[in-house]
């Protein structure tokens, strides 16, 4: 029994020090679900600008993913805040109702980028405002709810 706790308190104490996350938390599961949609959304834009070669197949899939990832990270904030390591402003909580109306705006912007993307042969006159619209919604949300 003794030695049981004192392997949790081991555990812990080793979280705590290299600052880990338990990813099966709240904050770890939101923070991966917004690093899938950093790197999917970066990915969309490189395309665009040329950074990485553009693959029409692979930006109507990506435009899907990023469409349903916009959709997941609201239901990992808890009613009260949870976690000292957590990047939001505390506003998040005090601000509910602007922060699921920007949290809509983005799922918006996300829906009509699928829309840009369902007719090809698709056309970067279309798919430029769509990708700007989203990464546009991201900044707004971080500008109001991020702490940095
Ligand atoms: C409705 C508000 C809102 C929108 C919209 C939003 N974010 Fe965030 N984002 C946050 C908040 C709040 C945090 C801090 C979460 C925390 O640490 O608890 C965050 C954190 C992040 C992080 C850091 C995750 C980590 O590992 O700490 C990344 C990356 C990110 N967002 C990317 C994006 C991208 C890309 C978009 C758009 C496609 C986006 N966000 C849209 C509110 C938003």
């Given at each position: 029994?003794?030695?049981?706790?004192?392997?949790?308190?081991?555990?812990?104490?080793?979280?705590?020090a290299?600052?880990?996350?338990?990813?099966?938390?709240?904050?770890?599961?939101?923070?991966?679900?917004?690093k899938?949609?950093?790197?999917?959304?970066?990915?969309?834009?490189?395309?665009?600008?040329?950074?990485?070669?553009?693959?029409?197949?692979?930006?109507?899939?990506?435009?899907?993913?990023?469409?349903?990832?916009?959709?997941?990270?609201?239901?990992?904030?808890?009613?009260?805040?949870?976690?000292?390591?957590?990047?939001?402003?505390?506003?998040?909580?005090?601000?509910?109702?602007?922060?699921?109306?920007?949290?809509?705006?983005?799922?918006?912007?996300?829906?009509?980028?699928?829309?840009?993307?369902?007719?090809?042969?698709?056309?970067?006159?279309?798919?430029?405002?769509?990708?700007?619209?989203?990464?546009?919604?991201?900044?707004?949300?971080?500008?109001?709810?991020?702490?940095?």
């Amino acid at each position: 029994m003794m030695l049981k706790k004192l392997l949790l308190v081991c555990a812990c104490m080793a979280l705590a020090a290299c600052g880990g996350v338990d990813p099966n938390s709240p904050l770890g599961k939101r923070q991966a679900l917004f690093k899938e949609m950093l790197k999917v959304s970066e990915d969309l834009g490189g395309m665009l600008r040329g950074r990485i070669p553009y693959d029409e197949a692979g930006f109507i899939t990506g435009a899907a993913e990023l469409d349903r990832l916009s959709r997941e990270p609201w239901q990992h904030f808890p009613q009260v805040r949870d976690d000292e390591r957590s990047k939001a402003n505390p506003e998040v909580w005090e601000r509910q109702e602007q922060f699921q109306k920007m949290a809509r705006d983005l799922e918006q912007t996300t829906a009509a980028l699928v829309q840009a993307t369902s007719a090809p042969p698709l056309r970067r006159s279309e798919l430029e405002p769509a990708v700007q619209a989203v990464e546009d919604s991201c900044e707004a949300c971080h500008k109001a709810f991020r702490a940095y």
